[in-house]
């Protein structure tokens, strides 16, 4: 069985807690949209607002570094498919060779 995670809402200092599974969970004060911040990090106080805007920087600065750190490895994995296709490219005609170059143009475009 999922653990349960805890789900904020930073405007109105509210969390809950629900399965992993759910998609999206809404703030039942004001409807907006709850973050998920697992289920080990502590929650501030609901009057300390400095805590609050704090762990909320926490979490976009945490999710921008996820994000770069996952646009950086595709964009190695593209210049290694690019590579690749170069060097097979270069090499003399095969059977299986216009089929592989074709595969990795297809993973190239996704």
Same mark, same amino acid.
């Given at each position: 069985?999922?653990?349960?995670?805890?789900?904020?809402?930073?405007?109105?200092?509210?969390? %809950?807690?629900?399965? /992993? %599974?759910?998609?999206?969970?809404?703030?039942?004060?004001?409807?907006?949209?709850?973050?998920?911040?697992?289920?080990?990090?502590?929650?501030p106080a609901k009057?300390?607002?400095?805590?609050?805007k704090s762990l909320?920087?926490?979490?976009?600065?945490? /999710?921008?570094?996820?994000?770069?750190?996952?646009?950086?490895?595709?964009?190695?994995?593209?210049?290694?498919?690019?590579?690749?296709?170069?060097?097979?490219?270069?090499?003399?005609?095969?059977?299986?060779?216009?089929? /592989?170059?074709?595969? /990795?143009?297809?993973?190239?475009?996704?």
């Open positions: 069985m999922p653990s349960n995670r805890t789900w904020v809402c930073f405007d109105c200092h509210i969390a %809950t807690r629900h399965h /992993l %599974t759910v998609q999206q969970i809404r703030c039942s004060k004001c409807g907006e949209i709850c973050f998920n911040l697992g289920y080990k990090i502590p929650l009057a300390d607002e400095k805590a609050w909320r920087q926490n979490l976009r600065d945490e /999710l921008a570094a996820v994000a770069d750190v996952s646009h950086r490895l595709k964009v190695r994995r593209r210049h290694d498919i690019e590579k690749q296709i170069a060097s097979i490219e270069a090499r003399p005609s095969s059977p299986g060779r216009a089929k /592989l170059i074709r595969d /990795l143009r297809k993973e190239l475009s996704e």
